[in-house]
């Protein structure tokens, strides 16, 4: 099984020769010799290598300096004859690699992620494995780390997401979790962080999430602040903003107005470029329009700011930023005509205006697909905001009776921008 130390060592940040020098048996180090050997001897056993179902860290074997004292340890992740997976742990010593032990996955189906994550500052790495089980929404965690020739398990929960961060700059990782009850369906976050006086990972954060969450989308964390956005029950999607023990979304005392509904799939992020993650709320029905809200401030003097408007086209893949001078006497209508998509922005005329109202601003175009270049040609005024791909975006403004709400070429290429592709785990 050489090639499967050759791909250890490239990891491992060892060379390999090339030329030549490939057509000879390679000559490897004796210490991953011997490693092969106690793998080999774990395969003789019915054993199958597997790999995380997700995640940057998917090898079935991985070299890491566990306890950083400069030599590696090996991390094995196998399926037993029996069905049960297991991690196995091997640790360096006196030139060679010996088994240290191994954790069981009870009852799981998968090796959903690993992750190696360093759990005081600079200091040792701890493994956490996630378990995919059938049985339930909530997929397992089990948390341990390597010292004095034994392995430890340090933290074992479940959850239905998940977050790493070093929420306090000092490179010691604590742990976000957030969970739903199989039988009352209702969501909680967790945090734990690493004990140094009982050697383990405590929970010291437990905060209800809102009612109307459905399943998770993604968590995020900046600055003493935890996001975490999730699909509704219904429709479209909410976000829980929790400060330490605190969930702003459900506390009605801090008065800052914390539905975070919005129907369209937008979540938590540094919409302006200031550094800061700001959070989507749906403004006026029928425009739509969302707003952009910075928290900042200490728990129970929390601050609402508001930051940007936004109109996302979800379907088409771009967004601009709502100009100030349109405020609330804009709205907007999404049609599609032979494949083309057009959103146009007019001002809602009062029922039985006299005479003829001009009120259409302008219109985005999405010629996607083959022939997007034939169909732009078919439009005439019509000027280019962004190509991406086969993908042609453009608009066109239209005479109107309302000079203070139109917008120029320059205008548009500032406000236009194409949705980046960020994939989330929605439903977990």
Same mark, same amino acid.
């Given at each position: 099984?050489?090639?499967?130390?050759?791909?250890?060592?490239?990891?491992?940040?060892?060379?390999?020769?090339?030329?030549?020098?490939?057509?000879?048996?390679?000559?490897?180090?004796?210490?991953?010799?011997?490693?092969?050997?106690?793998?080999?001897?774990?395969?003789?056993?019915?054993?199958?290598?597997?790999t995380?179902?997700?995640?940057?860290?998917?090898?079935?074997?991985?070299?890491?300096?566990?306890?950083?004292?400069?030599?590696n340890?090996?991390?094995a992740?196998?399926?037993?004859?029996?069905?049960?997976?297991?991690?196995?742990?091997f @640790?360096?010593?006196?030139?060679?690699?010996?088994?240290?032990?191994?954790?069981?996955?009870?009852?799981?189906?998968?090796?959903?992620?690993?992750?190696?994550?360093?759990?005081?500052?600079?200091?040792?790495?701890?493994?956490?494995?996630?378990?995919?089980?059938?049985?339930? @929404?909530?997929?397992?965690?089990?948390?341990?780390?390597?010292?004095?020739?034994?392995?430890?398990?340090?933290?074992?929960?479940?959850?239905?997401?998940?977050?790493?961060?070093d929420?306090?700059?000092?490179?010691?990782?604590?742990?976000?979790?957030?969970?739903?009850?199989?039988?009352?369906?209702?969501h909680?976050?967790r945090?734990?962080?690493?004990?140094?006086?009982?050697?383990?990972?405590?929970?010291?954060?437990?905060?209800?999430m809102?009612s109307?969450?459905?399943?998770?989308?993604?968590?995020?964390?900046?600055?003493?602040?935890?996001?975490?956005?999730?699909?509704a029950?219904?429709?479209?999607?909410?976000?829980?903003?929790?400060?330490?023990?605190?969930?702003?979304?459900?506390?009605?005392?801090?008065?800052?107005?914390?539905?975070?509904?919005?129907?369209?799939?937008?979540?938590?992020?540094?919409?302006?470029?200031?550094?800061?993650?700001?959070?989507?709320?749906? @403004?006026?029905?029928?425009?739509?329009?969302i707003?952009?809200?910075?928290?900042?401030?200490?728990?129970?003097?929390?601050?609402?700011?508001?930051?940007?408007?936004?109109?996302?086209?979800?379907?088409?893949?771009w967004?601009?930023f709502?100009?100030?001078?349109?405020?609330?006497?804009?709205?907007s209508?999404?049609?599609?005509?032979?494949?083309?998509?057009?959103?146009?922005?007019?001002?809602?005329?009062?029922?039985?205006?006299?005479?003829?109202?001009?009120?259409?601003?302008?219109?985005?175009?999405?010629?996607?697909?083959?022939?997007?270049?034939?169909?732009?040609?078919?439009?005439?005024?019509?000027?280019?905001?962004?190509?991406?791909?086969?993908?042609?975006?453009?608009?066109?403004?239209?005479?109107?009776?309302f000079? @203070?709400?139109?917008?120029?070429?320059?205008?548009?290429?500032?406000?236009?921008?194409?949705?980046?592709?960020?994939e989330?785990?929605?439903?977990?």
């Amino acid at each position: 099984m050489f090639p499967l130390i050759l791909i250890l060592l490239l990891f491992a940040g060892c060379s390999v020769q090339g030329g030549d020098s490939l057509l000879s048996p390679p000559n490897l180090p004796s210490e991953y010799v011997e490693l092969q050997k106690q793998l080999d001897a774990i395969v003789a056993q019915g054993a199958k290598y597997v790999t995380a179902e997700t995640g940057t860290d998917r090898q079935s074997v991985k070299l890491v300096d566990l306890d950083r004292d400069g030599y590696n340890e090996a991390v094995a992740f196998f399926r037993m004859d029996d069905g049960m997976l297991r991690a196995y742990l091997f @640790e360096y010593d006196q030139g060679g690699y010996y088994q240290v032990g191994y954790i069981e996955g009870a009852g799981a189906r998968q090796i959903y992620s690993v992750e190696f994550i360093e759990y005081v500052p600079g200091g040792w790495v701890a493994v956490a494995l996630s378990w995919r089980y059938d049985e339930t @929404e909530n997929l397992g965690l089990t948390v341990f780390r390597y010292g004095g020739g034994h392995m430890d398990t340090i933290l074992q929960t479940r959850y239905k997401s998940i977050l790493y961060a070093d929420i306090h700059g000092h490179g010691n990782i604590s742990i976000f979790t957030a969970s739903v009850n199989d039988v009352t369906g209702a969501h909680r976050v967790r945090r734990f962080q690493f004990n140094s006086s009982e050697e383990c990972y405590k929970q010291n954060l437990e905060v209800s999430m809102c009612s109307e969450v459905r399943s998770i989308v993604c968590m995020q964390y900046c600055d003493g602040i935890l996001y975490v956005d999730s699909a509704a029950h219904g429709g479209g999607y909410v976000t829980d903003i929790v400060k330490e023990s605190v969930n702003i979304t459900t506390d009605d005392m801090f008065g800052l107005d914390g539905s975070t509904y919005r129907q369209a799939a937008v979540f938590c992020t540094d919409i302006d470029g200031d550094g800061q993650i700001e959070v989507p709320m749906a @403004e006026k029905s029928g425009s739509g329009r969302i707003g952009w809200y910075r928290y900042s401030g200490s728990t129970f003097h929390m601050q609402k700011v508001h930051a940007a408007d936004t109109y996302f086209s979800i379907a088409d893949g771009w967004y601009m930023f709502w100009p100030e001078s349109w405020q609330d006497n804009v709205e907007s209508q999404r049609t599609v005509t032979d494949g083309v998509s057009m959103t146009t922005f007019f001002v809602p005329v009062t029922a039985g205006a006299s005479g003829e109202v001009r009120n259409a601003l302008l219109t985005v175009y999405t010629f996607s697909g083959e022939g997007s270049t034939q169909k732009l040609q078919s439009y005439s005024g019509v000027r280019v905001l962004k190509t991406v791909g086969s993908t042609i975006y453009a608009y066109s403004a239209m005479p109107n009776d309302f000079p @203070e709400y139109s917008l120029d070429d320059r205008q548009m290429t500032q406000l236009f921008r194409i949705i980046e592709q960020i994939e989330f785990e929605e439903g977990f």
